[in-house]
């Protein structure tokens, strides 16, 4: 017996534009969320802890406001640590698109 396919299309992962592109302090561009993830898994604290602190999570904002992925933005806004917001956004990145 074969397998049915679904018909219904998979959403994909958005991709910024150039000028849309989230910078880190270093200067190294991160254009979507698996590159976010490449980036998050050797980053340093001090690169870490510059966009996410007390007062702001720019990775947050940069996820609803150009990625348009307001309920991961809401997971990951309170998350102070590399590994933590690595493995939620892993997590949200395979539970949402494969």
Known sequence: MTKKRSTRKRKKPKTA????????????????????????????????????????????????DVLDEEVLAKEIKDIRNIKEMENKILKYLVNTYL
Request: hydrophobic share 40%; charged share 25%; net charge neutral.
């Open 17 to 64: 534009k150039p000028e849309k592109f989230f910078v880190l302090v270093t200067g190294v561009p991160i254009k979507n969320l698996k590159e976010l993830v490449n980036n998050l898994e050797t980053m340093n604290d001090w690169v870490f802890n510059h966009h996410v602190n007390d007062t702001r999570n720019d990775f947050s904002s940069w996820i609803k």
